[in-house]
């Protein structure tokens, strides 16, 4: 049902309409039975878990005018009101870490339920965390509409790209000259990360394993 919790936010015209969107169901055997034995690793009851994704990249820069404030309301037309009656967990996390720690120009609202910090990618990230279920996060409004503005409107324009990031083109036509070029990036100093890379090939772009040709630094490396 689309009528309750963060589901509500799946308004089909405003997903449809950013940069990117991707929708991912994953099925799993789980084991919830199994013998102790080392010698015999049989299961005896398999459990299949069911796990639906959604991903989805709104330009908030572009159609803000040069603009990095961002709500709710302004990504999805709406707003959240409660949790879904049947979710035993439901959080909104919003990435809070400033650029220069001796300059907080972040500003959040309205107040998070708690704070949580992680180290993601060998960096320390500071999150805002929305807890639904929480009974006081509605009690001031009926509605939650995350909010988050610049307190320096000048400092805007400069956005920074993430340590690792992407970018990826078309080039070429047809099945003999047409390709898809992806570019990925580690601008850390000296930290490696395992990447995990998805393409989504275009209709009109026949793909051949044969033609398949990474360079790192210059150098090609034969894939497996």
Known sequence: SLQAG???LLKAERLFHS????QAVHIRPICRLSLSLPQDAS?????????QTLTVVFDSFTT????KDWSLFKMFSRTLTDACPLASESKVYVDISPKNKEKELLEV????????????????RSYAVYDLLSPLLFNT???????LKWKRPEDSSELSPPVLHAQRYVS?????TGEISTLIYNTHPYRAFPVILLETV?????LYVHTLTIITKGKENKPS
């Open 6 to 8: 963060l589901a509500v």
């Open 19 to 22: 940069s990117y969107h991707s």
């Open 43 to 51: 299961c005896l009851a398999v459990s299949w878990e069911l796990r």
């Open 64 to 67: 803000g005018q040069g603009k």
């Open 109 to 124: 609202t309205p107040t998070p339920t708690s704070v949580q910090e992680a180290i993601v990618q060998g960096d320390k």
């Open 141 to 147: 409004s009926r509605s939650l509409n995350v909010q």
């Open 172 to 176: 070429g036509y047809g099945l003999q």
């Open 202 to 206: 275009p209709w009109y772009l026949r």
